[in-house]
């Protein structure tokens, strides 16, 4: 094994898999609240290959490491039709907050199983057993990140659906004006404002406290397991 490949793929194979189950979950929420498009449109597949945009989760990424910005992206977001939905304000925020939920899932996953890899091979160090731990580390980590990524409220990030339905009726409908711009929102927000006041970063202010905070106690999960 091309110790050179070991650790990109090792970066890969967690991040895949944390986007591919984070928008299954939508879908698979939204058919048990009454909405089946997800399901009639072949999206409720773990073949990361029907997730895949090419732009956000290819180019997009790509581009911001090359240019040391920092990085972000996204997945071809899974079909949800609130008005399918049996309740369409309260189902909406259910199936965005599927999401981040399952992500905090998967990573408790990735704790257990860190956890038993390090009981299992006691002091054994070699290369294969370095890479799945590696694997098991970076989807705690991965995972967390995109729970509380998510949750920014901030279109079309699922955080502004579950904001959105919070907001009495009339807000709401003001705040889904955001929607259309949302992406222009985005890039004001994550790159433009930090380049220019590198004190106001959304990402270090917002999510990157609750995820170390969040991902000290992964880690503290995986060593109970692992008996240190």
Do not use: C
Request: charged share 15%.
């Amino acid at each position: 094994m091309d110790k050179s490949l070991l650790q990109p793929a090792a970066l890969i194979i967690p991040l895949i898999a944390a986007i591919v189950f984070h928008e299954v979950a939508h879908g698979w929420t939204a058919l048990a609240l009454g909405d089946p498009t997800a399901r009639e449109r072949r999206r409720l597949s773990l073949n990361p290959l029907r997730h895949v945009d090419l732009f956000g989760t290819i180019l997009l990424p790509g581009l911001l490491a090359l240019t040391k910005a920092p990085v972000f992206g996204w997945a071809k977001p899974v079909p949800v039709n609130k008005w399918r939905l049996r309740d369409p304000r309260r189902g909406m925020m259910v199936v965005a907050a599927a999401g981040p939920a399952t992500n905090l899932v998967l990573a408790a996953v990735g704790a257990v199983l860190l956890g038993l890899l390090v009981r299992v091979a006691g002091n054994r160090n070699d290369m294969l057993l370095q890479f799945l731990a590696d694997n098991f580390n970076n989807f705690i980590l991965i995972n967390v990140f995109l729970a509380f990524f998510n949750l920014l409220p901030l279109p079309p990030f699922d955080g502004s659906h579950i904001v959105e339905g919070l907001l009495p009726p009339s807000l709401a409908r003001a705040y889904a004006r955001l929607r259309p711009f949302g992406f222009a929102l985005l890039f004001l927000v994550l790159l433009v404002i930090p380049a220019l006041f590198p004190g106001w970063g959304v990402v270090q202010r917002l999510v990157l406290p609750p995820v170390s905070w969040l991902g000290d106690w992964y880690y503290g999960l995986a060593r109970l397991i692992a008996g240190a």
